[in-house]
């Protein structure tokens, strides 16, 4: 393997390995090819695209089994408003005995710099689109995939925004009349480990393995982009994807902040003679559960990349205390118990400055985080089946090679008497729901009976064309969830241009009400973008 960045800018520009010269698109300028970017505005002002390029070159380390290089780009007053007030390191590093080279970056405000937004930043590699056709995100998430050539003018229709097209004339003709749209290979952060593309002649994997969450945005369940048509692989770090303003991080009054990206591990790998796509997936499998269990790397020199010694951990068991259902604490089985910076209840799903570390509560409710980046965070955490959030009453303060046991938590959820009726299950999913088939036009067949069908594109569609004259309605005890609830509150298209919103009812009977008591009404949204929600009382005499 032998990788060739570009001085003093560390831009990727070449990656050679098993005989072929370049794995990265050699067709695109050299800027072009493998890159860390963001996006940012002062504010009130528009997004600006950077491409972020380096203007000093060190070498931090180079010997026989480990070379560390560094590309440093950095603000001073004179720049104000051309390129964003941020010092960036970049970093690379490549190990003796290691298929791959790793990456990472420091990012630092320092106090009474201007004022920013940044609304992206990531890594994308973009790979050579005559040797990568194959792409795999997940073990039943991998397909040969379009050229990049189908997306243009003659070969594809634009649908509803420009990610997504549908193939008319492709290269290979047995992707005609699939959709194609990058959105449809997104995942949730607690599963984007590891995504990547195949070659088939040679047999080559290229591969982006992320071992830790810890300086992504907005817990485990917050989605990413991945690998999509280009072909391009990413590691996203803040996005605003699926989530809008809310996961924008907004320095203001000139705060200082300084936060480490990664690293993350671009992985090669290779067969002799196989051309079974599995193969390289399986490897590249094992690959990124070895450096899942190597984080923290010790080998990083960056002082500001914290090392295990210099980390702390807690313990602690959460138990649920809901007197409607047992006369004993209950277990949070399979809780998400995560820490991140101090905040409100639930605000780990907005933070977007600070570190976050998750893990899931075993059978019996206990729980353990290590290797925790020392600081001042709130615990937060969730438990499948009961609504809302709970959060630890104090600030827990984690200090280098401190172990804190919490001992017994207990989550009470709100409640205002028993359960009259529920639709669904609190799970942040809208899987139980009623999810319909695409219309046929508007097929990705790699979603045809598969648990992410609700990846497909234009479902929002598919509503109006089961409630063509009124809207849903819902009747408590008589309707089934799984096939009577849309999954997902969607508009109504009217014409090209407009959209009216839509009203649904939930029908149910009670064969009592106790005029003196108060009757509360709990909606769990598992996400929203650009919508209101009203909730009316009719009521009958």
Same mark, same amino acid.
């Given at each position: 393997?032998?990788?060739?960045?570009?001085?003093?800018?560390?831009?990727?520009?070449?990656?050679?390995?098993?005989?072929?010269?370049?794995?990265?698109?050699?067709?695109?300028?050299?800027?072009?090819?493998?890159?860390?970017?963001?996006?940012?505005?002062?504010?009130?002002?528009?997004?600006?695209?950077?491409?972020?390029?380096?203007?000093?070159?060190?070498?931090?380390?180079?010997?026989?089994?480990?070379?560390?290089?560094?590309?440093?780009?950095?603000?001073?007053?004179?720049?104000?408003?051309?390129?964003?007030?941020?010092?960036?390191?970049?970093?690379?590093?490549?190990?003796?005995?290691?298929?791959?080279? *790793?990456?990472?970056?420091?990012?630092?405000?320092?106090?009474?710099?201007?004022?920013?937004?940044?609304?992206?930043?990531?890594?994308?590699?973009?790979?050579?689109?005559?040797?990568?056709?194959?792409?795999?995100?997940?073990?039943?998430?991998?397909?040969?995939?379009?050229?990049?050539?189908?997306?243009?003018?003659?070969?594809?229709?634009?649908?509803?925004?420009?990610?997504?097209?549908?193939?008319?004339?492709?290269?290979?003709?047995?992707?005609?009349?699939?959709?194609?749209?990058?959105?449809? *290979?997104?995942?949730?952060?607690?599963?984007?480990?590891?995504?990547?593309?195949?070659?088939?002649?040679?047999?080559?994997?290229?591969?982006?393995?992320?071992?830790?969450?810890?300086?992504?945005?907005?817990?485990?369940?917050?989605?990413?982009?991945?690998?999509?048509?280009?072909?391009?692989?990413?590691?996203?770090?803040?996005?605003?994807?699926?989530?809008?303003?809310?996961?924008?991080?907004?320095?203001?009054?000139?705060?200082?902040?300084?936060?480490? %990206?990664?690293?993350?591990?671009? =992985?090669?790998?290779?067969?002799?003679?196989?051309?079974?796509?599995?193969?390289?997936?399986?490897?590249?499998?094992?690959?990124?559960?070895?450096?899942?269990?190597?984080?923290?790397?010790?080998?990083?020199?960056? +002082?500001?990349?914290?090392?295990?010694?210099?980390?702390?951990?807690?313990?602690?068991?959460?138990?649920?205390?809901?007197?409607?259902?047992?006369?004993?604490?209950?277990?949070?089985?399979?809780?998400?118990?995560?820490?991140?910076?101090?905040?409100?209840?639930?605000?780990?799903?907005? +933070?977007?400055?600070? *570190?976050?570390?998750?893990?899931?509560?075993?059978?019996?409710?206990?729980?353990?985080?290590?290797?925790?980046?020392?600081?001042?965070?709130?615990?937060?955490?969730?438990?499948?089946?009961?609504?809302?959030?709970?959060? =630890?009453?104090?600030?827990?303060?984690?200090?280098?090679?401190?172990?804190?046991?919490?001992? !017994?938590?207990?989550?009470?959820?709100?409640?205002?008497?028993?359960?009259?009726?529920?639709?669904?299950?609190?799970?942040?999913?809208?899987?139980?729901?009623?999810?319909?088939?695409?219309?046929? !036009?508007?097929?990705?067949?790699?979603?045809?009976?598969?648990?992410?069908?609700?990846?497909?594109?234009?479902?929002?569609?598919?509503?109006?064309?089961?409630?063509?004259?009124?809207?849903?309605?819902?009747?408590?005890?008589?309707?089934?969830?799984?096939?009577?609830?849309?999954?997902?509150?969607?508009?109504?298209?009217?014409?090209?241009?407009?959209?009216?919103?839509?009203?649904?009812?939930?029908? %149910?009977?009670?064969?009592?009400?106790?005029?003196?008591?108060?009757?509360?009404?709990?909606?769990?949204?598992?996400?929203?973008?650009?919508?209101?929600?009203?909730?009316?009382?009719?009521?009958?005499?």
């Amino acid at each position: 393997m032998k990788l060739t960045l570009s001085k003093p800018e560390g831009i990727v520009t070449g990656v050679q390995y098993n005989g072929v010269d370049n794995l990265m698109e050699i067709l695109n300028k050299e800027d072009n090819r493998g890159y860390w970017d963001l996006v940012w505005s002062e504010p009130g002002g528009p997004g600006i695209f950077d491409v972020i390029k380096g203007t000093d070159f060190e070498v931090i380390l180079e010997d026989e089994n480990q070379v560390e290089v560094s590309f440093t780009r950095r603000w001073d007053p004179s720049l104000k408003g051309t390129i964003v007030p941020l010092n960036i390191d970049k970093r690379f590093i490549v190990l003796r005995g290691s298929s791959g080279f *790793y990456t990472y970056s420091i990012y630092e405000h320092l106090e009474g710099w201007p004022d920013f937004n940044m609304a992206e930043t990531r890594v994308a590699f973009k790979l050579r689109k005559d040797k990568f056709h194959y792409m795999a995100v997940g073990n039943d998430r991998q397909r040969i995939m379009p050229m990049p050539d189908d997306r243009m003018a003659g070969r594809c229709q634009q649908l509803a925004y420009p990610e997504a097209v549908l193939l008319t004339n492709p290269i290979y003709p047995d992707l005609t009349g699939e959709v194609d749209d990058k959105y449809q *290979y997104s995942c949730d952060n607690k599963d984007n480990k590891i995504h990547g593309w195949i070659s088939f002649d040679p047999p080559i994997g290229f591969w982006q393995i992320t071992p830790s969450d810890e300086f992504r945005t907005g817990g485990p369940t917050k989605q990413n982009l991945t690998s999509h048509v280009g072909p391009t692989t990413l590691a996203m770090f803040f996005s605003a994807h699926y989530s809008g303003d809310d996961l924008v991080p907004k320095f203001r009054n000139g705060e200082s902040w300084k936060k480490v %990206f990664g690293p993350v591990f671009m =992985y090669l790998n290779s067969t002799w003679g196989e051309t079974d796509p599995h193969i390289l997936w399986e490897d590249a499998n094992l690959q990124m559960k070895t450096e899942v269990e190597c984080w923290p790397y010790a080998f990083p020199l960056s +002082e500001d990349f914290q090392k295990a010694e210099e980390r702390g951990s807690i313990t602690g068991r959460l138990l649920v205390c809901d007197r409607y259902i047992d006369e004993q604490d209950l277990y949070a089985s399979s809780a998400y118990i995560g820490l991140a910076l101090p905040g409100e209840v639930g605000s780990w799903q907005r +933070e977007c400055k600070g *570190y976050q570390f998750w893990t899931r509560a075993e059978a019996n409710g206990f729980f353990s985080i290590k290797n925790i980046h020392t600081g001042y965070y709130n615990l937060y955490a969730w438990v499948p089946g009961f609504i809302g959030d709970y959060m =630890y009453d104090t600030t827990i303060a984690i200090m280098s090679g401190t172990s804190i046991d919490l001992g !017994d938590l207990v989550y009470r959820p709100p409640r205002d008497g028993p359960t009259l009726w529920e639709i669904g299950y609190p799970d942040r999913s809208a899987a139980e729901f009623y999810v319909p088939d695409p219309k046929p !036009d508007y097929v990705n067949r790699l979603y045809l009976n598969h648990p992410d069908r609700f990846r497909q594109y234009g479902l929002w569609e598919r509503y109006a064309d089961l409630y063509p004259d009124s809207d849903l309605v819902y009747t408590v005890g008589v309707s089934d969830f799984t096939k009577d609830w849309f999954f997902a509150q969607v508009t109504r298209r009217n014409d090209q241009n407009s959209y009216s919103p839509t009203t649904w009812q939930i029908k %149910f009977k009670l064969d009592y009400v106790n005029q003196t008591e108060t009757y509360m009404l709990r909606v769990a949204i598992a996400s929203a973008t650009l919508s209101e929600m009203q909730v009316n009382r009719l009521l009958r005499l």
